[in-house]
Structure formats: structure tokens, C-alpha cells
């Protein structure tokens, strides 16, 4: 049964950090690529963040280039996202993608930016 398990999502003042963090099981974590998403109130998912399947290659929205940190633990089935000097638009909810085109998710996790 394949699970992604996303945590770390809260509430931050603008300028904050927050670490995301996503727990996969029931697949060959190592040989898919991984991947963020966000979706704001309103809005279309949008892709964040993607990780080739060792940490080679790396891919950012504009938004979020120079701010956030996609990695990944093949050992530990894990990827994560650092998100440093958060903005109020990056208020969303983020998921956690697995493979090429999404084929699996996560239930998301929600991260509010305010003051």
C-alpha cells in the first residue's frame, strides 16, 4: 500500500521558516522523482519543487527560487522542503508527489503565512 505522509506545515509569521517533510512507503522510493506541490485557496496546484531520484537535479518555480530547499533521503524514504523567508503568498496547502506526472500523493499539509 503506498503512502506519503506529509508533516511540518503550521502556522509563521512573514519572514519565518518552516521545514517540510513527507514519509514514503509501499514503492521504490529511490527510483522516483519527488516532487512539492502548493495549492492556495482559489487556486490551481501548482508545482514547487522537484528531485531527480539521486539528488542530482533539482527544479524551483520562479516564486519560490532562493528561498526554498528540495532534498531528499533515499535511506529513509523522505523528502523534504526548506522554506526560509516565507511570504504571505505562500500560503497554501503543500503536497507531496511521487513520480513523474504525480502518481501518487499525499493528503497534504497546511502551511499559513501571517502576521
Known amino acids: 500500500q503506498v503512502q506519503l505522509v506529509e508533516s511540518g506545515g503550521g502556522l509563521v509569521q512573514p519572514g519565518g521558516s518552516l521545514r517540510l517533510s513527507c514519509s514514503a512507503s509501499?514503492?521504490?522510493?529511490?527510483?522516483?522523482?519527488m516532487s512539492w506541490y502548493r495549492q492556495a485557496p482559489g487556486k490551481e496546484r501548482e508545482l514547487v519543487a522537484r528531485?531527480?531520484?539521486?539528488?542530482?537535479?533539482?527544479n524551483y518555480a520562479d516564486s519560490v527560487k532562493g528561498r526554498f530547499t528540495i532534498s531528499r533521503d533515499n535511506a529513509k524514504a523522505t523528502v523534504d522542503l526548506q522554506m526560509n523567508s516565507l511570504k504571505p503568498e505562500d500560503t497554501a496547502v503543500y503536497y507531496c508527489?511521487?513520480?513523474?506526472?504525480?502518481?501518487?500523493w499525499g493528503q497534504g499539509t497546511q502551511v499559513t503565512v501571517s502576521s
Open positions: 509501499g514503492f521504490t522510493f529511490s527510483s522516483l522523482i
Open positions: 508527489s511521487a513520480g513523474a506526472g504525480g502518481r501518487y
Open positions: 528531485i531527480s531520484t539521486q539528488s542530482t537535479m533539482a
